[in-house]
C-alpha cells in the first residue's frame, strides 16, 4: 500500500515537473513576441502625449518630459477635423453592422444546418467556393451595383455588402449541426415553432460562437479602410481611419497630430479586449472546435 502510495506522489510530482516545464517554455516562446507586439504600441502612446518639439528627440523617452494634452486639444480644437465625430461615425458603422451579420449569418447557419430544402448542399457548396474569390474581383461590380441603387456616400453602403458574411454561415452552420436532434424535438412537442426552437433553444447554445464572430466583425468594420474610403466622400460621414488619413496629408502632417489620432482609434479596441478578454478566449476556443 505504501509503495503504491509512493508511486502515486511520485507519478504526481513528474506531472507537475513536465507542467512547469512547458510553462516555462511556453514563456520563453511568447514572452519576446508580446515585446514585439507591445513596443509599437507603447511608442504610439508616447508620441500621443509628446509635445510636436521632441517628436524626434533620440534616444526615444519613453516617459515624455513634459507630458503634454496639447496634440488633442488641437485635434478637438480645429473645425475641420470632427474627430469626435468620425469616432460615432465608426462606433455606428461597427455596432449596425456587427448586428446585421449576426442576425443573417445565425439565420442562414440554421437553415443549412437543421433545415432540409431542395438544393441545399449545392447553395452551402458554392457558398464556400465563394471564400476563394478575391475580394478585388468583386469591387468594381459592387461599386456600380451600390451606384446604381443610389446608396453611395452612405452608410449602407457599408453594411449590406458586408452582411452576408460566408465565414460567419459556415461557423455557425457548423455549430448548430452539433447540436442534439432531441432538443428541438421536445421543443416542438410542447408546442413551439420552428422559429422559437430557433430563437430560444438552439441560439442561446451557440453564444460563444456568437462571440467570437461579434469580436472578428466588429474589428473587422472598425478598423476597415479600403471600403469606406471608396464609398464615402463627405467629410462628416468618414470613419475614423479615413480620418487619421486626413490627420496625414495637406496641412495636417504633423506627428503629434497623427499618434494622437491613434490613439483615440486604439484605446477604446485595447479597453474592449481588457474588459471581455474571458470571452474571448471562450469564443476563440468554441471557434476551433465547431464542427467537432
Not at 37 to 53: H, N
Not at 69 to 91: G, H, M, T, V, Y
Not at 115 to 135: R, T
Not at 241 to 260: D, E, M, T
Amino acid at each position: 500500500m505504501a509503495q503504491a502510495s509512493n508511486s502515486f506522489l511520485s507519478a504526481s510530482r513528474r506531472s507537475r515537473l513536465r507542467h512547469v516545464r512547458r510553462s516555462i517554455l511556453m514563456w520563453l516562446i511568447f514572452f519576446p513576441l508580446v515585446f514585439i507586439i507591445f513596443i509599437p504600441v507603447l511608442y504610439m502612446i508616447t508620441m500621443a502625449f509628446t509635445a510636436e518639439l521632441y517628436q524626434f528627440v533620440l534616444p526615444i523617452r519613453w516617459i515624455p518630459q513634459p507630458i503634454t494634452l496639447n496634440n488633442f486639444q488641437r485635434i478637438f480644437a480645429d473645425p475641420l477635423l470632427p474627430i469626435d465625430r468620425w469616432f460615432l461615425n465608426s462606433l455606428l458603422v461597427a455596432s449596425v453592422g456587427t448586428v446585421n451579420i449576426l442576425l443573417l449569418s445565425s439565420l442562414s447557419g440554421y437553415a443549412f444546418a437543421r433545415l432540409e430544402f431542395p438544393g441545399k448542399n449545392i447553395l452551402f457548396s458554392l457558398l464556400i467556393f465563394s471564400l476563394m474569390i478575391p475580394s478585388a474581383i468583386t469591387l468594381i461590380p459592387s461599386f456600380l451595383l451600390l451606384r446604381t441603387l443610389d446608396l453611395l456616400d452612405s452608410y449602407h453602403a457599408i453594411w449590406w455588402p458586408a452582411a452576408a458574411s460566408v465565414t460567419g454561415i459556415f461557423l455557425l452552420r457548423q455549430h448548430f449541426y452539433s447540436i442534439p436532434s432531441e432538443l428541438e424535438d421536445a421543443a416542438q412537442i410542447d408546442g413551439a415553432g420552428r422559429f422559437r426552437t430557433f430563437w430560444q433553444v438552439c441560439l442561446p447554445l451557440v453564444t460563444n460562437s456568437l462571440t467570437a464572430l461579434a469580436i472578428f466583425t466588429f474589428l473587422g468594420l472598425w478598423n476597415d479602410l479600403f471600403w469606406p474610403l471608396i464609398v464615402l466622400t463627405r467629410q462628416f460621414k468618414l470613419t475614423l481611419p479615413i480620418g487619421l488619413l486626413v490627420l496625414q496629408q495637406g496641412s495636417y502632417i504633423q506627428r503629434g497630430l497623427a499618434y494622437a489620432g491613434a490613439f483615440i482609434a486604439t484605446m477604446p479596441v485595447l479597453i474592449f479586449y481588457a474588459i471581455f478578454q474571458r470571452r474571448i478566449i471562450a469564443g476563440i476556443t468554441m471557434a476551433g472546435m465547431a464542427g467537432q
